[in-house]
């Protein structure tokens, strides 16, 4: 019998994974509450939008996000959570139980699934420089935004992190 080579999906769950068990899921809203933050302002989100936060890991921003979007006058605004980590998607579904707005699914930004042309926002938050192919996470992200929706991808550099790095020199 032989072994297949895990996929670079598969990879990552592991990993992800394990930071999860580890308690890192929680650990990355101080690291990244800051950033998240100004960026939150900038996206000037309104009650009744509809945001995805791709690589949402334990659903910290998420719950922001369902927050600002909740109640309006075109309805109620949802937010969708999207991780790899199925670990993280568990936790985060536990730390979110209190809200009727958002909804956590296991998936990849290399296949989101989600139907077309439906979110206003998108925001994703250290996530972007892990991915495999980014030309598809792009195309699946404007796959699934709505005409004149608008993304935010926040990226740090981290110097021990070698996937942070990887454009630095092209
Ligand atoms: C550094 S963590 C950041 C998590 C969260 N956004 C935060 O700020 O706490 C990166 C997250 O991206 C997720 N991720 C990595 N590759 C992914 C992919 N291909 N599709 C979806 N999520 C992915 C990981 O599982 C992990 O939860």
Not at 119 to 132: M, N, P, W
Not at 144 to 153: E, W
Request: net charge negative; with cysteine.
């Amino acid at each position: 019998m032989t072994d297949t080579a895990p996929t670079p999906d598969q990879k990552l769950q592991r990993e992800f994974n394990r930071w999860a068990e580890e308690g890192q899921g929680e650990k990355m809203e101080r690291h990244h509450l800051n950033i998240t933050e100004k960026t939150l302002r900038l996206m000037d989100l309104r009650p009744g939008e509809r945001v995805l936060d791709l690589g949402c890991g334990s659903g910290w921003a998420t719950r922001l996000l369902a927050r600002l979007v909740a109640e309006g006058p075109e309805g109620f605004g949802q937010v969708v959570g999207v991780d790899v980590s199925d670990e993280m998607i568990r936790q985060a579904r536990t730390a979110s139980k209190e809200f009727d707005n958002i909804l956590y699914v296991w998936g990849s930004a290399q296949q989101i699934p989600w139907e077309e042309n439906f979110f206003d926002k998108v925001l994703s938050v250290e996530s972007f420089y892990y991915y495999a192919d980014q030309e598809r996470a792009l195309a699946e992200l404007f796959r699934v935004m709505a005409p004149r929706g608008r993304l935010f991808i926040l990226i740090n550099l981290y110097k021990d992190n070698p996937y942070s790095l990887q454009w630095v020199e092209s």
